[in-house]
Nanobody, 114 residues
Framework: QVQFVESGGGLVQPGGSLRLSCTAS????????IAWYRQTPGNQREWVAT???????TYTDSVKGRFTITRGNPKNTVYLQMNSLKPGDTAVYYC????????WGQGTQVTVSS
């Protein structure tokens, strides 16, 4: 089964930027839309962004214009560029397929605070 490893999180001040990386244990094929999700304590994991094999991105409304999802090269990587970060973006970020597999990676913590 595919495994995902997320990295790139950290502590950043409001208005700052971070670039998250996701590495899958195999190639992510063009027919597999890949997504980023996030979760805060006590809440359900929520969808953040998806990129299709045709490189069409979609975003949840709260991050539109601030976040950018891209596929990487090698073709087992996906990135999330996060700009103009807000305290409300604080969460653990995960990647998975748009139709997520039941097994999730460890995630990467993003904390936006002054």
């Amino acid at each position: 089964q595919v495994q995902f490893v997320e990295s790139g999180g950290g502590l950043v001040q409001p208005g700052g930027s971070l670039r998250l990386s996701c590495t899958a244990s195999r190639t992510i094929f063009n027919f597999e839309p890949i997504a980023w999700y996030r979760q805060t304590p006590g809440n359900q994991r929520e969808w953040v962004a998806t990129i299709t094999g045709a490189l069409t991105p979609t975003y949840t409304d709260s991050v539109k214009g601030r976040f950018t999802i891209t596929r990487g090269n090698p073709k087992n990587t996906v990135y999330l560029q996060m700009n103009s970060l807000k305290p409300g973006d604080t969460a653990v970020y995960y990647c998975n397929f748009q139709a997520p597999l039941p097994r999730w990676g460890q995630g990467t913590q993003v904390t936006v605070s002054s």
